[in-house]
């Protein structure tokens, strides 16, 4: 049974209430292009997707993406910085806080409406007070059409990459795309996910049926994967990302490879330090071998104000899902990471 709580205005209402004014949408093509040439090798500069595993509450993220913006001035030369503002949470038994989307306050009960118009209010004052525009996780499919024209990289999770409508609408979608790899980690599906991804589509999405021309910008990204027996297994390292190379080899047809390397989840182990390790690892393998260079595009990273992570919104700017990185260490990674580009 379904029992009907609160009415939602479709995409184009929510975003007639207030339209993205020309400042932002110039602020925004603007990066779009600069994390576009990336993919398609027009640039040599790294992609980093970096902030809190979950954007829970807006003044600590604000804070954090404009710390972001300051640091974006010394190292725009050589990275392409992208704050990671993730609005939707996916919970692996299904239930817990599931993100802003839903449950703006964590602390109150779910409403998606105020939800979407907090999520966008959030994006809108990001670009502001930052001048950089954001990547979210297309947790579900049809809520994408609500935060399109503020975002520039738009994520799959794990749990997603099999999932026939994900692949459908990142076809449609003018970003670029980073699709993870499945839990198993499984290179042949990822590599599956990616083609369609990139392929011409034809689908129901809202109440249209539409056509796409396929996205050239869906992309790997290299997670870490999860044994038969719950165990976290790395995937960052050189013979993984050539599995990967090859596989876009063998596909045929496929545009712009590209990896991102997904530095916390189970690559880590969720250890966020371990992040730093990854990092440095994934830089010096780029000085070994030119095929890994230039397929390697750039890094995800877990990120917030204060280390580690709460059970409680307690600690200001400290995530209340899985640990990230405190600021001053992620200042020095950044810096470390456009030294060695």
Known sequence: MFEKQILIPSAAEIIAERPVPKSISEVKRARDKLATDVITGKSEKLLVIVGPCSAHEQAPVLEYVARLGKLNEKVKEKLVLVPRIYTAKPRTRGVGYKGMFSQPDPEHKEDTLLGIRSIRELLFRAIEESGLSAAD??????????VEDLLTYVAIGARSSENQMHRLVASGVELPVGIKNPMSGSIPVLINSIFAAQSPQVFKYHEWQVRTGGNPLAHAVLRGRVDNYGNDIPNFHFETVMQVLEGYRDAGGLQNPAVIIDCNHSNSGKQFRQQIRIVEEVMQNRLCDKDFKKIVKGFMIESFLVE???????????????PCLGWEDTERLLLDIAEKV
Not at 137 to 146: D, G, R, V
Not at 308 to 322: A, E, L, N, W
């Open 137 to 146: 996780e297309m947790l579900y499919p049809e809520n994408y059409a609500y």
């Open 308 to 322: 580690g992570c709460q059970k409680h919104d307690i600690v200001y700017g400290q995530s209340i899902t899985d």
